[in-house]
């Protein structure tokens, strides 16, 4: 690593034992939606108190419920029905998502642009991770969306670091090699800051461990099986990875060699997923 890149990492890890990271906050409608969820006497109507005040994310959700991943028979117009059909649950995580959007978001426009880049990126991994969860685990479909959406969720402070040092703006190399280096750790510690469940918490560092070693699939291998399907073709390096080697493919009970964008059996819920964050 160069002496700008080891300085910058520095620089971001004194600030995160000296809490000086400035970490980002989930927007208010997410965690009014989060504390819904979490409280056991909620119901319905106070959700729909919570969201109806967001007539984006009402119009959203409501698109949700009508989604052809659902295979619902009748069209939904009105909130507290959508509500009703997609539950507390996965209408918290879906919400959470959709909120998340509006933080990838920058004053400099190069800054703006990787951060939209990344939550393009996010948002196609959180697709493909909703299909692979419903087609290969028992997992929630949801909750991996979710996982999908904040994989790369620690690269936020360290744009916003690039943001506030220009000299960084010009060396994209630099900043690159320090995104690769301290997004997964930060990434953890913002989802546990938020607190986000155990499942979830480390799905930026998990992701990124090809031999993990774990009894059964979890969130994390569909995250990584997605990540890396979404690189797949690409000139990243992420496209250089062996798959063989990559214990989650095992665990998904999937082929190592399997493009998920070219299976006529998955193309329709792939391109289904991928409308539910549009």
């Not at 939904?76 to 909120?99: F, H, P, Q, V, W």
């Not at 499942?199 to 461990?209: F, G, K, M, N, R």
Request: aromatic share 4%; with cysteine; hydrophobic share 45%.
């Amino acid at each position: 690593m160069s002496q700008i890149a080891e300085r910058v990492r520095q620089d971001i890890i004194t600030a995160i034992k000296t809490d000086q990271l400035v970490l980002p906050t989930l927007p208010e409608v997410a965690l009014k939606v989060r504390e819904v969820a979490d409280d056991p006497n909620s119901d319905i109507e106070k959700l729909a108190g919570v969201i109806g005040g967001d007539a984006a994310l009402s119009a959203r959700i409501i698109r949700v419920a009508n989604s052809p991943l659902l295979r619902a028979s009748r069209a939904i117009e009105d909130l507290k029905t959508a509500l009703m059909r997609l539950g507390i649950s996965y209408t918290c995580n879906i919400a959470t998502g959709l909120a998340m959007e509006q933080m990838f978001q920058a004053t400099s426009d190069l800054i703006d642009m990787r951060m939209r880049e990344v939550w393009s990126r996010s948002s196609e991994v959180a697709g493909i991770s909703h299909v692979l969860c419903r087609h290969y685990t028992k997992l929630r479909p949801d909750q991996a969306t979710l996982a999908g959406l904040v994989h790369k969720i620690g690269v936020l402070p360290i744009l916003t670091y690039a943001e506030d040092h220009p000299f960084l703006l010009n060396d994209s190399l630099t900043l690159d090699k320090v995104i690769d280096e301290l997004h997964a750790p930060i990434g953890d510690l913002i989802l546990r800051t938020w607190g986000f469940p155990e499942e979830l918490a480390h799905i930026p560092s998990q992701h990124v461990d090809f031999q993990r070693k774990i009894p059964k699939a979890d969130y994390a291998d569909v995250v990584t099986v997605a990540m890396l399907q979404s690189y797949a073709g690409s000139n990243s390096p992420l496209a250089q990875i062996d798959c063989t080697q990559v214990t989650a493919f095992e665990r998904l009970g999937l082929d190592p060699d399997i493009q998920i964008s070219e299976s006529e059996d998955l193309s329709a819920d792939m391109e289904a997923a991928m409308s539910l964050l549009l």
